[in-house]
Structure formats: structure tokens, C-alpha cells
T-cell receptor, first 116, second 113 residues
């Protein structure tokens, strides 16, 4: 069965600090997809990144980077030089094939507070 | 603006009542997904439709039902409402099966009093 664990409920950092959000997943499939979404205080969910199970290359996008390690079933997200605008709830998600199509489940989310 | 439109944005209703939440997917997207976000349960997958047909079902209560119409908009019907149904209901859409990621609407906040 699918499972996504975000053990960090809340993280508080001071602006310009680096912060890593952890995500551990469980799946029996060999083909699956991992995602990160951001939910700012305004409430909408914003797609950040997708990784498929065959691509373990790490990715960097500006101040954001993602580390995918199949050996530890982890897909961690690092924000470098955090800014106040990064304050949000971040969700890790896993999508795997099920009857009739892919089903995506979300972790419980990590609330990040970035203080000025 | 994500391109996914949800109405209404806010809804306050009494226990026992029935409400309908509406979602228009992003142009070109055939799949619609409904999620419920509550404080204690996080984001829970309810149901998915693809081009008018039910594709996958999650933890959707029997009191809840959904459909996707020929113009691809979707409606989520919630009946016999209970206090515990108070939550943020999100609709998301994707082109196909969602493996490229979802585009979410801004949600409907339902308060049952």
C-alpha cells in the first residue's frame, strides 16, 4: 500500500537559513511518481516538482533542490537561503498505478515558518 | 490563476443539509480529482473522473457523490452533512492520469454549523 510520511510537523527558521524538509514513502510498485506541492497562507496548492521512479537525478531550481534516494525511499526538499515568502505548508505526494489509473496520496505536510 | 475554477469559495450550512460544489478544470484537462483537507486528516483523496467516467475512488463517504459532465466540469454533492464534514474541498485537474502533476483550484471552504 502507498504511504507518505513527513515526520516534521513544523519547522521554524530565520531568514537566509537553509532548511530541509523530509519525505519518506512506501510503495510496492516499481513505477511511481513523487511530487512536492506548496500551500501558502492564501490556501491554494501549487505544484513544485515531479520525479519518476526511474530518474534518481537530483534537481535544482533556483533556491530549491530535491534529493531522491530510492535506497532509503526518500525524496527530500531543501530550500537554500530561505525567505519569508517561503513560509507555507509543503506536501510530499506519491502516485502509483491502481485499478483504473494512478492514485495520488499526500503526506501530512510540513509547516515552514521563516522569520525575518 | 491556476485555470481550475471552484465555486463557491465559501459555504456555510447547517447539519443535515445538502450542498453541491462545482469545479471547472483547466482548459484541455480531461481528469478531475476531488480532495478533502481537514485539520486532523490532512489531504484525503476522494474521487477521480476522466472524460466523464469515474476512474478511481478513495475514502469517499456514501453520503458524498460526484459526477463529471460532458463539458468536463465536475460537481461534488455532499448530503446529510455533519459537523465533521467541515473542511476545505479541493478540485484538481490534469491532462491524463495525473503523473505529470495536478493543477489545483483555490478550494471551497465548507463550514457545517
Amino acid at each position: 500500500a502507498q504511504k507518505v510520511t513527513q515526520a516534521q510537523t513544523e519547522i521554524s527558521v530565520v531568514e537566509k537559513e537553509d532548511v530541509t524538509l523530509d519525505c519518506v514513502y512506501e510503495t510496492r510498485d516499481t513505477t511511481y511518481y513523487l511530487f512536492w506541492y506548496k500551500q501558502p497562507p492564501s490556501g491554494e496548492l501549487v505544484f513544485l516538482i515531479r520525479r519518476n521512479s526511474f530518474d534518481e537525478q537530483n534537481e535544482i531550481s533556483g533556491r530549491y533542490s530535491w534529493n531522491f534516494q530510492k535506497s532509503t525511499s526518500s525524496f527530500n526538499f531543501t530550500i537554500t537561503a530561505s525567505q519569508v515568502v517561503d513560509s507555507a505548508v509543503y506536501f510530499c505526494a506519491l502516485s502509483e498505478a491502481g485499478t483504473g489509473g494512478f492514485k495520488t496520496i499526500f503526506g501530512a505536510g510540513t509547516r515552514l515558518f521563516v522569520k525575518a | 490563476d491556476s485555470g481550475v475554477t471552484q465555486t463557491p469559495k465559501h459555504l456555510i450550512t447547517a447539519t443535515g443539509q445538502r450542498v453541491t460544489l462545482r469545479c471547472s478544470p483547466r482548459s484541455g484537462d480531461l481528469s478531475v480529482y476531488w480532495y478533502q483537507q481537514s485539520l486532523d486528516q490532512g489531504l484525503q483523496f476522494l474521487i477521480q473522473y476522466y472524460n466523464g467516467e469515474e476512474r478511481a475512488k478513495g475514502n469517499i463517504l456514501e453520503r458524498f457523490s460526484a459526477q463529471q459532465f460532458p463539458d468536463l466540469h465536475s460537481e461534488l454533492n455532499l448530503s446529510s452533512l455533519e459537523l465533521g464534514d467541515s473542511a476545505l474541498y479541493f478540485c484538481a485537474s490534469s491532462v491524463g492520469d495525473g503523473v505529470a502533476g495536478y493543477t489545483f483550484g483555490s478550494g471551497t471552504r465548507l463550514t457545517v454549523v
